[in-house]
């Protein structure tokens, strides 16, 4: 079940904004720590465990050159924060499920967390994996880590509905596709796939993007949130769910490449390749003159969301580490400057899309927070690596890093009114 936004986060988050494009080390550091406090579902901790990985452990990240060398003689406490995601998994992982060990039944595999959707908690599964190759399946609440992660791999692959065309759905108790699950699934089902030198499947992480994208791609590039199935539903153009699209396929991409299957999947990675490119190539007319995405990006009613500007930002970014292109290098930097000039001095990102309730806008967002420090990771990349797609030393938004603080007038009331009323509605359950 989603949590409420708590009122003492809301008051941290409406405290004093920084007017800055760039990020002081010191304000990064504390977006770092709001993002380590501020998460409970499990996607949340999901997309938190791989920014830890970019911006903590970035050998270990699927971007890096060798991202699966450095696992041979990995210890646990060289990841520490991993394994504490992983660990606290595993101890909430309901007892009932069974442990599933590799020579077990297949039919018998289950979710790593109690969830209503079954694309949410793979997210999890870098960081079991991880923790299983430093501790050697070492056991928490009953089950190794490496079982834990073959028992959700198989929950997947057996348990979860399908769609006609075989994509696995986002959800437990129906085939739906949410754009979402590009970013929780298939990178998971890569990574796990590399490490068991399971090439097909390997295919079936780059099949799932492809089956995604054939149900979910409209006629502009963009992606739809949420089809088929009952219920909830959202044609929208969301831009938190393109970018999760995207970034995913990216992750998928990366994680062939740096596999021993790269030369025979060679077209596969064409494929991601130009899919991601695809959302970059519709989206990048849609960025507003102050450098955000809408909420949904062609609805300029909707609001500017800071948040899937961000992820946006990170992907296009990594579009150039990656050596792909420099092409979006430009736009991604003015995401991000945008998205930073609205992180206030606690460390919160603000003017961010509702997690629970995606049509609105809310005040704190967990992955949001996540989404930057993944940004700032590449960037800091990026920066390292010389630069590329910057004409000059002067056409970088971010420029050099800045401290300048000041309360922005302009959202005062805004962050009064959001106040009176998370007021009124505490006094109001009294």
């Excluded at 405290?15 to 380590?36: C, G, I, Q, R």
């Excluded at 959700?152 to 979402?180: C, F, K, M």
């Excluded at 396929?249 to 025979?264: H, P």
């Excluded at 967990?366 to 002067?394: C, H, I």
Aim: aromatic share 8%; glycine share 8%; hydrophobic share 35%.
């Amino acid at each position: 079940m989603r949590s409420k936004t708590p009122l003492v986060a809301f008051l941290a988050a409406s405290s004093s904004l920084v007017s800055a494009t760039h990020l002081t080390d010191s304000l990064l550091n504390k977006v770092y720590n709001v993002m380590n406090e501020i998460n409970s579902a499990s996607w949340e901790n999901g997309t938190k465990s791989i920014a830890i990985l970019e911006s903590k452990y970035p050998d270990l990240s699927v971007y890096s050159t060798s991202p699966f060398q450095p696992l041979d003689g990995l210890k646990s406490g060289q990841i520490s924060e991993i394994i504490d995601i992983a660990q606290t998994t595993l101890n909430n992982r309901p007892k009932s499920n069974s442990t599933t060990s590799s020579s077990n039944s297949t039919l018998s595999g289950s979710s790593l967390l109690e969830d209503g959707a079954a694309g949410d908690p793979p997210s999890l599964g870098i960081a079991v994996l991880l923790a299983n190759a430093s501790t050697n399946n070492e056991e928490v609440n009953g089950i190794g880590y490496g079982d834990a992660a073959t028992s959700q791999l198989n929950h997947l692959l057996y348990n979860v509905p399908r769609t006609s065309s075989g994509a696995i759905s986002h959800r437990e108790d129906q085939a739906q596709l949410w754009s979402d699950n590009v970013f929780m699934v298939p990178p998971f089902l890569a990574y796990y796939a590399v490490l068991h030198n399971n090439q097909t499947l390997l295919q079936e992480a780059y099949r799932q993007c492809s089956l995604y994208r054939d149900t979910l791609k409209q006629d502009s590039g963009l992606w739809a949130h949420i089809l088929l199935g009952t219920g909830t539903h959202d044609s929208g153009l969301w831009a938190t769910g393109n970018a999760w699209a995207a970034t995913g396929m990216l992750r998928v991409w990366a994680t062939i490449k740096a596999s021993s299957y790269a030369s025979d999947m060679s077209s596969q990675m064409d494929d991601l390749k130009n899919w991601v490119t695809e959302i970059f190539d519709a989206s990048q007319g849609y960025i507003t003159s102050d450098g955000l995405l809408h909420n949904y990006i062609n609805d300029n009613s909707s609001f500017k969301d800071t948040s899937g500007s961000a992820l946006m930002a990170a992907t296009g970014i990594r579009l150039s580490t990656l050596n792909i292109t420099d092409t979006y290098v430009p736009n991604s930097l003015k995401l991000l400057a945008a998205a930073s000039s609205y992180i206030n001095s606690t460390g919160y990102l603000t003017q961010v899309v509702n997690p629970y309730d995606f049509s609105k806008q809310g005040t704190i967002s967990p992955e949001g927070q996540s989404f930057v420090v993944m940004a700032y990771a590449a960037y800091k990349e990026w920066d390292s690596l010389g630069r590329k797609g910057s004409t000059s030393g002067n056409d970088d938004p971010l420029g050099s890093s800045s401290s300048a603080f000041r309360v922005m007038s302009g959202d005062v009331p805004a962050l009064l009114g959001g106040l009176l009323a998370a007021l009124l509605g505490v006094w109001s359950m009294m």
